[in-house]
């Protein structure tokens, strides 16, 4: 038996200005996640103003350096290893699936599609791989640092243009999403995420998880612990805390109902996995989100 310790993965929650359609984030602000393992509540594009180091996704080391562009899902854990004060990362965070409800509004299933190929798998390109990508990026990072005339619906155009280019890319690279599920590890345990991405509200088995992956209990708490560094227990209170913080921030639902409708029949219970995971309690939560937004 190894008596190796497995590092603990970071939850880093990031929320969007109100108004606005994404955050940037830049510089100094990134310094607490350098060399962490972590993964986010909202979809992360990087790109590597200068620099070089590695990025570290399911065990496996990418060599990044000046103009890398990554995009990552949410809750991909992920890691960036480098000389920290020599580096420089720009960062986008969206939440690919509210911006193309608005893009799309009568036309569910075609966001859909574009959705499942967005939130694939992670990709990466170096330096010239992907021009039109790069650009895309750039100039939306631009624009957020400088703002123009019609900022907002120049910035509208960008998103939809560099959402439309990233699923394409995911369906030349990946094939369909049941392509990529056949082919890729953690493939094995995409039906236990779907289910819990659609029923994170109700009292979840372990059991039921691993029939929907045509795997033994016992097999798919391996698995899935190798493949998400969690186990499945926390990874569902994950996706509740973050549905919570959505409902705090859209909503005036008591605490009482917030937990219930995410799945924590005691709130009492509600108010621990929400410390653990966010770092602070719902009622601070709730109330720095709504001074940020007056």
């Known amino acids: 038996m190894s008596g190796k310790k497995k590092q603990e993965v970071e939850f880093q929650y990031y929320e969007i200005p109100h108004g606005e359609r994404l955050l940037a984030v830049s510089g100094k602000e990134l310094e607490q996640i350098h ?18 180091g590695e990025i570290v996704f399911h065990g496996m080391k990418v060599p990044y350096k000046t103009g ?3 995009v990552i899902p949410q809750n991909v854990p992920h890691s960036l290893f480098g000389f920290f004060d020599k580096n420089q990362w720009e960062y986008l965070f969206l939440n690919p699936e509210e911006l193309l409800k608005e893009f799309y509004p009568d036309n569910s299933m075609f966001a ?3 959705l499942d190929h967005v939130n694939l798998k992670e990709q990466y390109f170096a330096a010239g791989e992907h021009n039109s990508l790069a650009a895309l990026v750039c100039m939306i990072i631009e624009e957020l640092k400088n703002r123009g005339n019609y900022s907002g619906e120049y910035v509208r155009g960008l998103l939809l243009t560099m959402l439309i280019t990233i699923a394409r890319r995911g369906m030349e690279v990946l094939g369909t999403a049941e392509d990529y599920k056949q ?5 094995q345990i995409t039906g236990a995420l779907e289910y819990i991405d659609k029923n994170y509200m109700e009292n979840i088995k372990m059991g039921l998880l691993a029939a929907e992956c045509n795997l033994s209990e016992t097999h798919f708490r391996r698995l899935f612990a190798e493949y998400m560094n969690m186990t499945p227990s926390s990874y569902i209170n994950l996706v509740r805390v973050q549905r919570a913080c959505g409902l705090m921030q859209k909503t005036r639902y008591s605490m009482e109902e917030i937990a219930e409708r995410v799945g924590y029949p005691a709130v009492s219970t509600f108010n621990r996995n929400f410390r653990k995971i966010i770092g602070t309690s719902p009622y601070q939560f709730k109330k ?7």
């Open 35 to 52: 060399g962490r393992q972590h993964f986010h509540n909202l979809m992360e594009i990087g790109y590597c103003a200068a620099g070089s």
């Open 68 to 70: 890398m562009i990554t």
């Open 112 to 114: 859909k599609r574009i």
């Open 183 to 187: 082919q890729s590890g953690i493939g």
């Open 288 to 294: 720095c989100s709504e001074n940020c937004q007056m």
